[in-house]
């Protein structure tokens, strides 16, 4: 029997079963893939399904379908992702060495590059926002392992992501804002998910997903309806409800069927609607909302009124003129006649529904349930302030941003559909003159001196410490030689006087103080502080499992600290640095 001779090469595969091998590799190896012959050139280059399946793996598939409907082409989209990617990492890489020695914080001024990245074209945006995205949820991941990949995935980098992060999605919600209040659309429901995304710019909050939800309990209020009053229904074609019954069956769904609890707390999460609406688990906000919605929809009017400290939900029953006015009991959902205000002399009401004290109020809500605690969701939150102008500080990042705006309403900017998977050309436009709106403040710097770490100096910055007489978790910023530099006398009792080492610490509830040496103490066992986190990001790198690592910029200052953290590391537990 002959030998029979079987081409196995590559080459002599069809080019559908070439390009069914490319849509499981990554995108950087099909480029390379195409550059050894014309032929495997041609297959990767032209194939339109090949790089929708890798555009489709990469973004989400709310931009696939924009991409789609424009008609624009799969590889020159990846091509501009990863041009833009590349710009974005080095920016982020480079802020630290040019702004760690600065006395304020990054304003917006000082991003304006990623302002240029992001209006590139109509899609730059939505592309620059899921790349800063992509880096702080990978970085976290990374960190939460106790480990790091360097340069990007830090603490520093995540820090400088967010601030980035922070300036572009405020701006864009600043443009919607006016937008929708020139035009009476800001709801109930587009109100809270504005406060959403302008706090946790990390992730994206949707207001058509929220209508899908709503859409959902509307579904299964008519179905309640018709259960209910069926006889009533099958009788009239032209059957109406009453309001009350309307009402009435919406408590059913919510409180009842949906069995929706509760909670206290203002949070991220109790202010998501769709994922209250999803897990039935929300606040006396969330609800107030959800029920006024979902009574729009079925064409019953509530009025959802708002003080600073105080928020109902009123419905006037024009059916019954001895009792016009009822409340909605948020937290049982019952309908009850409205109680007169003893300093009213109407028994109508004369309140109505103003999106601005909703805002207020669910800004005071959320601050007021973080209490003591401040991170980066309640620095984003005191920046509303800052744009809609209730407080004033010298270095206002969003200074005349609504007066701008309402300057230009009668612009295409406010006609123009404003969505941040596709931001039009006049949008693009306005981002870029509010970016530049304020001229960049005067920049002054820290004096910086390097210290020399002296025998006696006992402790490292970085390591976690415990002070002895307050019994209080710590972690070690910086530290004096001694105590001359204090102005006025510290916490602790000084045994030894101003005579001995000072340690800067920033202390578990988030407060920055001096502590004598003698009165601290290192902790053998020591874990990582999420809640301290953003605020010595700027400064470190990662928890390496017993200590924070200083970052470059605070290694200048302080050159051979990690030499005495090995020390303790040693002595107390044997963790791998990686």
């Given at each position: 029997?002959?030998?029979?001779?079987?081409?196995?090469?590559?080459?002599?595969?069809?080019?559908?079963?070439?390009?069914?091998?490319?849509?499981?590799?990554?995108?950087?190896?099909?480029?390379?893939?195409?550059?050894?012959?014309?032929?495997?050139?041609?297959?990767?280059?032209?194939?339109?399904?090949?790089?929708?399946?890798?555009?489709?793996?990469?973004?989400?598939?709310?931009?696939?379908?924009?991409?789609?409907?424009?008609?624009?082409?799969?590889?020159?989209?990846?091509?501009?992702?990863?041009?833009?990617?590349?710009?974005?990492?080095?920016?982020?890489?480079?802020?630290s060495p040019k702004s760690f020695w600065r006395v304020y914080e990054v304003s917006i001024e000082d991003v304006r590059s990623f302002f240029a990245f992001a209006t590139e074209t109509n899609l730059s945006f939505y592309y620059t926002v899921h790349i800063l995205q992509g880096i702080v949820k990978k970085g976290t991941k990374i960190l939460d392992a106790l480990t790091i990949v360097k340069p990007l995935y830090t603490l520093t980098v995540m820090y400088y992501t967010k601030i980035v992060l922070r300036h572009l999605i405020?701006?864009?919600?600043?443009?919607?804002?006016?937008?929708?209040?020139?035009?009476?659309?800001?709801?109930?429901?587009?109100?809270?998910?504005?406060?959403?995304?302008?706090?946790?710019?990390?992730?994206?909050?949707?207001?058509?997903?929220?209508?899908?939800?709503?859409?959902?309990?509307?579904?299964?209020?008519?179905?309640?309806?018709?259960?209910?009053?069926?006889?009533?229904?099958?009788?009239?074609?032209?059957?109406?409800?009453?309001?009350?019954?309307?009402?009435?069956?919406?408590?059913?769904?919510?409180?009842?069927?949906?069995?929706?609890?509760?909670?206290?707390?203002?949070?991220?999460?109790?202010?998501?609607?769709?994922?209250?609406?999803?897990?039935?688990?929300?606040?006396?906000?969330?609800?107030?909302?959800?029920?006024?919605?979902?009574?729009?929809?079925?064409?019953?009017?509530?009025?959802?009124?708002?003080?600073?400290?105080?928020?109902?939900?009123?419905?006037?029953?024009?059916?019954?003129?001895?009792?016009?006015?009822?409340?909605?009991?948020?937290?049982?959902?019952?309908?009850?006649?409205?109680?007169?205000?003893?300093?009213?002399?109407?028994?109508?009401?004369?309140?109505?529904?103003?999106?601005?004290?909703?805002?207020?109020?669910?800004?005071?809500?959320?601050?007021?349930?973080?209490?003591?605690?401040?991170?980066?969701?309640?620095?984003?939150?005191?920046?509303?302030?800052?744009?809609?102008?209730?407080?004033?500080?010298?270095?206002?990042?969003?200074?005349?941003?609504?007066?701008?705006?309402?300057?230009?309403?009668?612009?295409?900017?406010?006609?123009?559909?404003?969505?941040?998977?596709?931001?039009?050309?006049?949008?693009?436009?306005?981002?870029?003159?509010?970016?530049?709106?304020?001229?960049?403040?005067?920049?002054?710097?820290?004096?910086?001196?390097?210290?020399?770490?002296?025998?006696?100096?006992?402790?490292?910055?970085?390591?976690?410490?415990?002070?002895?007489?307050?019994?209080?978790?710590?972690?070690?910023?910086?530290?004096?030689?001694?105590?001359?530099?204090?102005?006025?006398?510290?916490?602790?009792?000084?045994?030894?006087?101003?005579?001995?080492?000072?340690?800067?610490?920033?202390?578990?509830?988030?407060?920055?103080?001096?502590?004598?040496?003698?009165?601290?103490?290192?902790?053998?066992?020591?874990?990582?502080?999420?809640?301290?986190?953003?605020?010595?990001?700027?400064?470190?790198?990662?928890?390496?499992?017993?200590?924070?690592?200083?970052?470059?910029?605070?290694?200048?200052?302080?050159?051979?600290?990690?030499?005495?953290?090995?020390?303790?590391?040693?002595?107390?537990?044997?963790?791998?640095?990686?």
């Open positions: 029997m002959e030998n029979i001779k079987i081409n196995t090469s590559l080459a002599s595969l069809p080019d559908e079963i070439i390009s069914l091998i490319l849509s499981n590799i990554e995108p950087r190896d099909i480029i390379r893939f195409s550059v050894t012959c014309r032929r495997f050139y041609e297959i990767v280059i032209n194939n339109d399904y090949l790089w929708k399946i890798k555009y489709s793996e990469m973004l989400p598939k709310e931009i696939v379908t924009v991409v789609e409907e424009n008609d624009c082409i799969w590889l020159r989209e990846m091509i501009q992702y990863y041009k833009l990617k590349r710009k974005i990492f080095i920016e982020l890489v480079s802020m405020q701006t864009y919600l600043a443009i919607k804002w006016v937008k929708l209040h020139m035009k009476n659309m800001l709801t109930p429901e587009v109100v809270i998910t504005f406060f959403l995304q302008w706090i946790d710019p990390i992730n994206i909050y949707t207001d058509e997903e929220v209508e899908i939800k709503i859409q959902g309990l509307v579904a299964k209020v008519e179905n309640v309806l018709k259960e209910v009053y069926s006889n009533n229904s099958n009788e009239k074609e032209d059957f109406k409800y009453s309001d009350k019954e309307v009402l009435l069956a919406l408590t059913q769904v919510i409180y009842k069927d949906e069995k929706f609890s509760v909670c206290a707390n203002t949070k991220v999460k109790t202010l998501n609607l769709a994922k209250v609406i999803e897990e039935s688990n929300g606040n006396i906000i969330t609800y107030a909302v959800i029920y006024h919605a979902v009574a729009k929809r079925l064409g019953v009017k509530c009025d959802l009124i708002a003080f600073p400290n105080h928020l109902f939900l009123e419905w006037q029953n024009n059916e019954d003129p001895s009792t016009p006015l009822f409340t909605i009991d948020l937290i049982t959902g019952s309908v009850n006649p409205k109680r007169r205000c003893p300093f009213s002399q109407s028994a109508s009401s004369e309140y109505e529904y103003v999106p601005d004290s909703l805002l207020q109020y669910i800004y005071s809500s959320y601050m007021k349930s973080k209490g003591a605690i401040r991170d980066c969701k309640t620095q984003n939150a005191i920046h509303l302030l800052d744009f809609l102008g209730t407080r004033h500080i010298n270095n206002n990042p969003y200074k005349n941003f609504f007066t701008y705006l309402i300057e230009h309403s009668d612009t295409p900017v406010m006609d123009t559909p404003l969505n941040m998977t596709y931001i039009h050309d006049v949008h693009l436009q306005m981002l870029v003159a509010l970016a530049n709106l304020n001229p960049a403040p005067e920049v002054a710097y820290h004096t910086v001196s390097v210290k020399k770490h002296r025998s006696y100096v006992t402790f490292a910055v970085g390591m976690i410490c415990y002070h002895k007489v307050y019994n209080y978790m710590c972690i070690i910023l910086g530290w004096e030689l001694d105590g001359s530099h204090l102005r006025i006398p510290t916490e602790d009792n000084l045994g030894l006087g101003r005579d001995q080492p000072f340690y800067r610490v920033i202390a578990g509830d988030q407060s920055e103080r001096y502590v004598a040496q003698e009165n601290l103490m290192a902790v053998t066992t020591p874990f990582r502080i999420h809640r301290l986190e953003d605020h010595i990001a700027r400064e470190f790198t990662h928890f390496d499992g017993f200590s924070y690592v200083p970052n470059n910029e605070k290694i200048l200052e302080y050159p051979k600290e990690q030499l005495i953290t090995e020390v303790f590391r040693k002595r107390f537990v044997n963790v791998a640095i990686p």
